[in-house]
């Protein structure tokens, strides 16, 4: 056999070889048997109702809120009238740490306070040690955030204005 | 200088300062967008898109200062919907004009191209200003309606029309 042609075998060969290998590898592995993922998620509906519900249990005041979905981005939000610069933003990163952190904003502050080991957390972006951001919950799943800022009776007030939203929504998130 | 030409130099600043009657300033009045007109403008700008089955359009309604006064982002919205319905509610707030006419007048080779060098402003069509007279006292912008940059437009309209009715 001319040394082209045994060149040209063997390269054949070893195609082959890479071939098996590769199907071998995938039939082995478990990909062939992958999903995709379905995730429960809040939608703008639930997001309004939400706020509509808060607004009521908080009606001394106009306030600032924003609902966030699964991955933490805001999917309804509206600033209060007379709002300071300040409160649209808290809204957001109030339902922000809520949903990031699976607790009420209030009770991540006391989990991350300066004598404790996660106090570094507090230097990621967007959380905020403030209460009154509440996660959303879908059973062990969180599926959104609310966040309020502006409350005549500060941060409690906040949060029972967010839990109040939450409730008018809890029925279907199952 | 001697301690009287200071005081004189001094009392012709006061007069100076009096002749532009400071004294008699007043806060500016301005009309702005409340939170509950903010709400009614989404709601008006979601109907209208209802009529052509656009039922999955992103909103946001800017107010007088060009900032955000609300934002609903659609369940299926693409990632960029959000922040192009906020810079277009912005761009028509800016120039008081829609996005569109904007997009319009400032395209390449005209003398306003440069304007769109400016931070926020998108030349797409979907962002309405909320007109009170002459004054613009906020923006509404729509991103995602089945009908392009005219369908999105007529919705953000709506939503602009509905605030600016209940502000006068």
């Not at chain 2, 006292?137 to 995602?144: L, N």
């Amino acid at each position: 056999m001319p040394t082209s042609l045994k060149l040209l075998a063997g390269g054949v060969s070893a195609l082959a070889i890479g071939f098996a290998t590769i199907a071998l590898g995938a039939a082995v592995t478990p990909m062939v048997f992958a999903q995709t993922l379905t995730q429960k998620n809040i939608s703008l509906d639930q997001a309004i109702a939400v706020v509509q519900g808060a607004m009521e249990a908080c009606k001394d005041s106009s306030i600032s809120i924003t609902v966030v979905d699964r991955d933490g981005e805001v999917r309804f939000a509206v600033r209060a009238n007379g709002a300071n610069p300040h409160n649209f933003e808290l809204s957001r990163r109030k339902a922000y740490t809520a949903r990031t952190f699976r607790m009420p904003s209030a009770d991540w502050i006391k989990r991350t306070a300066p004598d404790q080991e996660l106090y570094g957390q507090r230097q990621l972006r967007e959380v905020i040690p403030l209460g009154g951001g509440m996660p959303i919950m879908a059973g062990e799943e969180a599926i959104g955030g609310v966040g309020i800022s502006g409350a005549k009776g500060g941060q409690p007030a906040e949060e029972a204005c967010s839990k109040a939203g939450i409730a008018k929504i809890q029925g279907q998130l199952s | 200088m001697s301690r009287m030409s200071q005081t004189l130099i001094g009392m012709t600043g006061a007069a100076a300062l009096a002749a532009f009657s400071f004294a008699h300033a007043a806060p500016l009045m301005e009309k702005n967008i409340s939170q509950e007109e903010a709400m009614m403008g989404y709601q008006a700008a979601l109907a209208e898109c209802r009529k052509t089955n656009s039922n999955d359009i992103t909103v946001v309604v800017v107010d007088r200062a060009g900032q955000v006064a609300l934002m609903a982002r659609s369940n299926n919205a693409a990632p960029h919907n959000l922040d192009l319905a906020r810079r277009k509610a912005y761009t028509a707030r800016t120039f008081r004009v829609s996005s569109m006419t904007w997009r319009d007048r400032s395209a390449a080779n005209t003398p306003a191209a440069g304007q769109r060098l400016l931070t926020d402003v998108i030349p797409l069509g979907g962002g309405f200003p909320v007109m009170v007279g002459e004054e613009a006292a906020g923006g509404v912008g729509v991103s995602g309606s089945r009908g392009g940059q005219p369908g999105d437009e007529a919705c953000a309209k709506a939503g602009a029309e509905a605030i600016a009715a209940d502000m006068r």
